[in-house]
């Protein structure tokens, strides 16, 4: 069974199409090889391990999120290489920030939460009309503002809360109240 091939006088390719298959297979393989050596990957990979082309390790296939239309059904790049990338690409896009640009900022804070001054915090706090980064701040500071909606006076209303002044409404007339502000 030979190909259709309209260069060639009789119409048909020269080898038959097992052995251009095979043929392909085996310069495929080659120049693989030859591309790994070239970047100094050691071309064997134990059987059910993976290199990954990011950190440049061998993993074991457990360490590869799955993917359906890959040929050896694992992404390319390990579930490590693949998280960097992710927070990366995500204070990038949401926020405009390099992990420079951020770092930077935290060792302005130094080091600890703009707000309650836990160290450790991972949370970048913008203003969610004008995408504006304020700081960075804790889990729980970060998520207390959305809470309360970016309002300052409902934060105040909440310390006063806190520090034991009662909301309470003042009668004006029969049944109209005004409200403390």
Known sequence: MFAR?????????????????????????????????????????????????????????????RHSRSKDGLVARCKACRKVDGRRHHLKRTYGLTEAERDAMLKAQMGVCAICLTPGPEHVDHDHKTGRVRAI????????????????????RGADYLEGNVWKPTLVAPGVYRLPS
């Not at 790994?36 to 990954?52: D, F, H, S």
């Not at 701040?137 to 105040?156: A, I, T, V, W, Y």
């Open 137 to 156: 701040l804790c889990f729980n500071c970060n998520g207390g503002l959305g809470q309360f909606k970016d309002r300052p006076d409902l934060l105040r």
């Open 5 to 65: 091939c309209t260069s060639q006088s009789d119409g048909l390719q020269t080898y038959c199409r097992q052995c251009t298959a095979d043929y392909a297979k085996a310069w495929n393989a080659r120049k693989r090889a030859e591309r790994r050596a070239l970047k100094g990957i050691p071309v064997p990979v134990p059987e059910g391990m993976k290199r990954c082309p990011g950190c440049n390790e061998v993993k074991p296939v457990s360490e590869w999120h």
